[in-house]
RNA sequence: GCCGGAGUGGCGUAAUGGUAGCCGCGCUCGACUCAAAAUCGAGUAUCGAAAGAUGUGCGGGUUCAAGUCCCGCCUCCGGCACCA
């Protein structure tokens, strides 16, 4: 029973004492266990950055450690693991910034973030601990990379791709802040360098399908749709005039073929405009020539996002309609987009604002072929374009049909096709930076043909060097390392290079020739798009994953951070996974079955934390002062989880008080019976605390405890059957505390590994009610009565009531609502 | 411009269409103390002495009853944006 009073609350002497107990027992170790039910919990796991962590960091790690023990407690067989995903341009330019190599870095880092971690007291399981830097576990991200390859989901371009002059590397479209770098805002220039693109275009259907699987913020899955953005619509030709058979038309992507009657002009943009001229279809003409140029070289300087004035020029050639056959003027345009459909748009005037404008400014023809209302003579002389649905006119032998009807038919009759276009762009992978993992192909002598490095070579390690800065020139800082680039092999008869070296000759009578190695390597985006699956089963050499393994933990049941990555690494990790399930390695379509954003802890001075502003709180001070137990319940209870919320260590004394206030009620804990007003709290809260930890509102499961708290520090004694069953809901937030005091009470092992309470329905609520009196909508009276009372005894109450017969005497009472057990409505 | 989300005390926030402001912070008063801190107790939306009235961004509406539902606005946050 009671040992004794206890002594003051030292949360220090606690929090260590039970940290080399959890680990010394391994608490946490996960094994797999067919038969109980599995729960997948999983943090977006870190990069380990040289500052360390702040208070904002470990929300969502303290919110996963939670919903985890609670999973734990209520019988699941719980994978709650944490690794580091270490590779990638900031690690790279702090170790150049520090003089040390990126690997002793991030080594050093790593650990740095781990002791600030167990601090904390998560119940990761740290046997299972990945870095995406380590060779074991790149070897995979290397093997991924080959089936795409093997799959033509990777090729090679020399198309102009963002290039960061700051960063001195290609970037993906998604890498992008508007025109500008995400990691250091400058202004990101067009420059043609030769890349490693994924095919990820190629999975956006069923991306965007699959969406709809998934119990994720709906915010999060508009980003992502937003981001695909599909477009449903057709390509219709537009030959060129004059123009032999063996010029290829020009082609236009458009969402209104319905409106192809409307064509006045077509309009191409001055990239487009710059090819043709090359390709002679467009006649020599400097002064087109010269005007392209300049749009170019104004679009470059314009603030992106700015809407600048519509500006074209006639560029002396037509095309020709496709079905009316006749001549139509072939425009250069500022606002056509080269990297959108073709780069060309047919210029409806009547029924596009952009084209209205475009025409009302060069005198174009507009020319009306939709009517909002039948049989309506069309508007000549339009003040703007109607973009709504209507009725044909001036359509031939369409007139008259409602336009989206008609689409199909009309680009059948302009031997157009139905097409879907898609805004999300294939993702430039190859970075020209040395902190990455190598791209695992080689190069025959100078052919640009790329052989995918043979899997028993892998994996293709990063050399370990003095020199790595990036060389400026495009291309990476390994292509400086000959003796690293410069290889001996052969193909084998799977289309695979095998290395040859001293300890590995070629097997006699095969040709060994010279190659070379692929320098540029791959984006930090890489690692972290597969690591979930590397945690259910670490080890593994041979396998990515073992079927088994990976068929009992997947998918991730809950997966948490932040909201940023909506466009990023969650595209990425869904694309891989897509991949890996089509060649079988994975069982289910989708790796993260539920997605909770975290909310970001703002500084108190309401701006983001940053050492920028010193403002930041170092969770090791809040520790050293409040305890960890009460910084994990402050940050649960500060406010709804996804929302960001202002830091505030006036707020965070509450959580300390009420820590404190559990401890000391244990002197009053004895072995007496539970009343009923203490066990319907209980229940209560039982029922609350579950149900909010499940739903992920740890706001308001804190605040149910805080009230439960209140209740039982009413009593003169508390009854040890509730001051357990408080700790054991206590105990996911606070667990060391907890398990401190449980072990005061109780032989047994954790409280850890104890069962979740349960609670009965009928216990959740009391005998008597609180009734709400209205007299016209208006609160006059409260009623305690025995719960389930007959409307006609709340009524016959009420109406004895004086102050109820104050408002109801002399007026007529028109009608008597009661909702049962909560309110009686008098309509007046 | 399109899409998504949010506006509630001094502050963080809470409310299956059913007593708006739970819980916490802060503040006021009281107890304990030589004193202070800590702790404990009482109070704390606004106006009003009270009765009562008012009150969830603004304006309408539906309903016996609206923070919650509907219509029209305003502001803030996030995504996309000359995307054809």
């Avoid at 580091?84 to 900031?90: S, V």
């Avoid at 703002?602 to 910084?631: H, Q």
Wanted: proline share 5%; hydrophobic share 40%.
């Amino acid at each position: 029973m009671n040992k004794g009073r206890s002594e003051r609350y030292d949360h220090k002497q606690i929090e260590d004492k039970w940290h080399e107990h959890w680990n010394a027992m391994s608490l946490y170790r996960t094994q797999e266990d067919p038969s109980r039910p599995k729960c997948y919990v999983l943090d977006m796991f870190p990069y380990p950055s040289g500052d360390g962590l702040h208070v904002g960091h470990p929300k969502g790690y303290i919110a996963t450690d939670v919903y985890s023990r609670f999973k734990r407690m209520q019988g699941f067989n719980v994978l709650h693991p944490m690794g580091w995903d270490a590779f990638g341009l900031p690690a790279e330019q702090f170790a150049l910034k520090n003089k040390v190599h990126p690997s002793t870095a991030v080594a050093k880092n790593c650990h740095r973030f781990k002791e600030q971690l167990e601090k904390i007291g998560f119940n990761y399981d740290w046997e299972r601990e990945i870095n995406t830097t380590d060779p074991n576990y790149y070897k995979w991200t290397q093997w991924i990379f080959l089936r795409l390859f093997e799959r033509g989901l990777a090729y090679q371009s020399n198309e102009p791709i963002n290039w960061c002059p700051s960063c001195l590397t290609g970037l993906a479209n998604e890498d992008l802040d508007g025109d500008r770098c995400e990691r250091c805002g400058t202004k990101v220039e067009k420059k043609p360098i030769r890349q490693w693109v994924l095919r990820i275009t190629a999975y956006a259907d069923r991306m965007l399908e699959d969406l709809d699987l998934l119990e994720w913020p709906a915010s999060i899955k508009e980003s992502q749709r937003n981001w695909i953005g599909k477009s449903e619509g057709a390509m219709i030709d537009f030959v060129h005039d004059g123009a032999t058979t063996s010029v290829a038309p020009l082609s236009v992507f458009t969402t209104r073929p319905d409106t192809l009657f409307g064509v006045t002009y077509v309009a191409i943009s001055p990239e487009l405009t710059l090819r043709y001229l090359a390709e002679k279809i467009i006649h020599e003409n400097a002064e087109i020539e010269d005007f392209a140029k300049n749009l170019i070289a104004e679009a470059a300087d314009v603030e992106y996002g700015a809407v600048t004035e519509k500006r074209g020029a006639f560029t002396g050639a037509y095309v020709i309609h496709p079905i009316t056959q006749a001549k139509i003027p072939l425009w250069v345009a500022n606002y056509v987009l080269s990297d959108y459909g073709t780069g060309a748009v047919m210029g409806v005037p009547a029924h596009d604002v952009r084209d209205f404008d475009f025409a009302k400014q060069y005198g174009i023809d507009v020319l009306t072929v939709v009517s909002p209302q039948k049989d309506t003579p069309s508007d000549t002389h339009l003040m703007e374009a109607y973009e709504g649905d209507g009725y044909l006119i001036n359509s031939r032998e369409f007139n008259g049909r409602e336009n989206r009807e008609a689409i199909v038919a009309i680009v059948k009759a302009a031997k157009g096709k139905q097409q879907t276009q898609y805004r999300l762009k294939d993702w430039v992978f190859a970075r020209q930076r040395y902190w990455g993992e190598p791209i695992p192909l080689v190069f025959e002598g100078d052919s640009d043909v790329a052989y995918p490095v043979d899997e028993s070579d892998l994996p293709v390690l990063l050399p370990q060097v003095e020199f790595y800065e990036p060389t400026g020139t495009g291309e990476s800082p390994l292509a400086g390392i000959p003796e690293w680039v410069n290889v001996k092999g052969y193909i084998t008869e799977r289309g695979t290079f095998k290395l040859v070296t001293n300890e590995h000759p070629a097997p006699v009578g095969t040709k060994v020739k010279d190659f070379r190695r692929e320098t540029n390597t791959m984006p930090q985006w890489a690692g972290s798009s597969w690591y979930y699956l590397r945690y259910i089963d670490p080890k593994n050499n041979e396998k990515l994953v073992d079927p088994t393994l990976e068929h009992y933990w997947s998918p991730v049941d809950v997966y948490v951070g932040g909201a940023e990555h909506a466009t990023r690494h969650l595209i990425y990790a869904r694309f891989w996974h897509k991949v890996l399930y089509d060649i079988g390695v994975v069982s289910k379509p989708e790796p993260f079955a539920r997605l909770q954003n975290v909310g970001l802890i703002m500084a108190s001075d309401g701006r983001k934390m940053s050492k920028r502003y010193g403002n930041v709180i170092n969770p090791d001070d809040v520790i050293e002062t409040f305890g960890a137990d009460s910084l994990r319940l402050y940050e649960m209870f500060m406010g709804p989880f996804d929302q960001s919320i202002a830091w505030s260590t006036d707020n965070m004394v509450g959580a300390r008080r009420f820590v404190e206030r559990v401890w000391k009620l244990a002197d009053k804990v004895g072995d007496i019976e539970e009343d009923k007003l203490t066990e319907v709290l209980l229940h209560q809260t039982i029922a609350k605390v579950g149900a909010d930890i499940e739903a992920f509102k740890f706001n308001t499961a804190v605040a149910q405890l805080m009230i439960c708290l209140n209740g039982l520090e009413k009593l003169v004694a508390v009854p040890l059957r509730s001051y357990r069953a408080f700790l054991l809901l206590l105990a996911p937030f606070a667990p060391h505390m907890t398990e401190e005091v449980w072990l005061r009470f109780e032989e047994s092992e954790s409280i850890h590994i104890q069962q979740w309470p349960i609670f009965d329905p009928a216990k959740t609520v009391g005998n008597t009610v609180a009734i709400a009196v209205q007299v016209g909508g208006k609160h006059r009276d409260t009623l305690h009565l025995e719960r389930d009372a007959s409307k006609e005894d709340v009524e016959k109450t009420a109406r004895e009531r004086d102050l109820v017969k104050k408002w109801i005497d002399g007026v007529e009472v028109k009608k008597v609502i009661v909702v049962p057990n909560k309110i009686i409505n008098f309509v007046i």
